[in-house]
């Protein structure tokens, strides 16, 4: 928060205090809101490595640039039934695309469990 003030960045600065307290006031005012960040309900993990749990928007994100960017998500905003139809579909075809990658070892497998800066030589470092 300090940097916000050092920085000049007025909105921030004014807004960013005000939200640090929401968040520490969350439990008595929101319990179940509250309870939801706590057990982790917040990110979902894509794959099994340590730290590699995103945002629920970011995964929402990259389902739909798996499939537009194999061109085939072009101009939905302007039609609205289709916009529909990928609303509701979206998320499946993504499943989808995904599963057969993994079937057909079009992406590379994951080995390692572990998070680039758990390996012994960058701790060294």
């Not at 499939?67 to 579909?89: Q, Y």
């Amino acid at each position: 928060m300090p940097w916000m003030f050092a920085l000049d960045r007025v909105n921030y600065a004014r807004w960013l205090s005000v939200h640090v307290r929401d968040m520490q006031s969350l439990s008595l005012t929101h319990p179940s809101v509250y309870q939801q960040f706590t057990s982790g309900a917040i990110v979902v993990n894509i794959s099994a490595r340590a730290f590699s749990s995103i945002a629920l928007d970011h995964a929402h994100e990259q389902a739909n640039a798996s499939i537009k960017g194999d061109g085939g998500a072009v101009g939905l905003t302007e039609n609205p039934h289709a916009l529909r139809r990928w609303m509701i579909g979206g998320p499946e075809l993504a499943r989808m695309v995904n599963e057969y990658e993994d079937q057909s070892l079009l992406k590379k497998k994951e080995t390692k469990k572990q998070h680039h800066d758990q390996m012994p030589s960058v701790q060294k470092k």
